[in-house]
C-alpha cells in the first residue's frame, strides 16, 4: 500500500493597500503580518515528516514557503499547475460598490457563474491540482510534502476530494491566510481531508472561518 500526506498551504497576507484584485499579476510580495505567517509556519511544520515541496511561481506563494525551504533544508519544485486562477478582471479594484459591479465592463464577464465565465473554468483547475497532488504524493512517498499555493485551487481540490460540487458561494470558503488543508492520499487516491488554521490569530476578522476536520471517501 502507497500513502503519503500532501498539505496545501495557502499563501500569507499580501501587501495590497489598495485593494487590487491580483489574481496573477506580478509584483505583490507579502505584507509585514505575511512574514509574520510565513515564520510561524515554519515552526508549525518543524514536526513534520517532509521530503518534498513545491511551490507556485507567484512571489507571495514563494515567499511563504521560504522559511519552511530553509528549514527543512529542501530545494523546492517550481510549479505552474497550483498557480492562483486565471480571472479575466485581474488589476481592478472593488471596494464593494455596486456601481463597479453594474459597469458593462464587468457585467459582461458575469453571465454564467457555474463555470465562471470571469475566469478559468473549474474543473480545469480541479484538473491541474490532481495532477500536482499526484506527483506530490509520488514524491513524498509514505511521508509528507507541502504544496504553497492559493485559495480558490485549494478549495477546488478539497470539493473535487471530498466529491462536492465545484459551484458554491466564495465568501464560505474554508481556506484562510496561511491555512493549512492537508491530504491522505492512499494508492492515489485522497483519503481523508483535514483542515488547521496555525495563524488565525494573525489572520483579519472578516477572513476568518472556524478549524474543523473533514473525511473523504474511508
Avoid at 40 to 68: K, Q
Wanted: glycine share 6%; hydrophobic share 40%.
Amino acid at each position: 500500500m502507497s500513502k503519503a500526506i500532501v498539505h496545501l498551504l495557502r499563501h500569507g497576507q499580501v501587501d495590497n493597500p489598495n485593494g487590487v484584485l491580483y489574481e496573477r499579476l506580478p509584483d505583490f510580495h507579502l505584507s509585514d503580518i505575511g512574514r509574520q505567517m510565513a515564520q510561524r509556519m515554519a515552526s508549525h511544520t518543524a514536526e513534520f515528516d517532509l521530503v518534498h515541496l513545491r511551490v507556485s511561481p507567484l512571489e507571495r506563494a514563494r515567499e511563504t514557503l521560504a522559511p519552511i525551504a530553509e528549514l527543512h533544508g529542501i530545494e523546492p519544485v517550481l510549479d505552474e499547475r497550483v498557480i492562483e486562477a486565471g480571472n479575466k478582471l485581474a488589476g481592478r479594484v472593488f471596494t464593494g460598490k455596486l456601481t463597479q459591479l453594474l459597469q458593462p465592463s464587468v457585467l459582461r464577464r458575469l453571465y454564467n457563474p457555474l463555470r465562471p465565465s470571469w475566469g478559468e473554468a473549474y474543473k480545469d483547475i480541479v484538473k491541474r491540482m490532481r495532477l500536482a497532488i499526484a506527483d506530490a504524493a509520488q514524491a513524498a512517498e509514505g511521508r509528507e510534502a507541502l504544496i504553497v499555493s492559493h485559495q480558490l485551487p485549494i478549495w477546488m481540490a478539497r470539493l473535487d476530494a471530498e466529491g462536492r460540487s465545484l459551484v458554491h458561494d466564495p465568501r464560505k470558503r474554508q481556506c484562510t491566510l496561511a491555512s493549512l488543508t492537508s491530504f491522505t492520499v492512499v494508492d492515489g487516491r485522497v483519503t481523508r481531508v483535514d483542515y488547521a488554521e496555525p495563524c488565525i490569530d494573525l489572520v483579519p476578522v472578516k477572513d476568518t472561518r472556524r478549524s474543523k476536520k473533514f473525511v473523504a471517501g474511508a
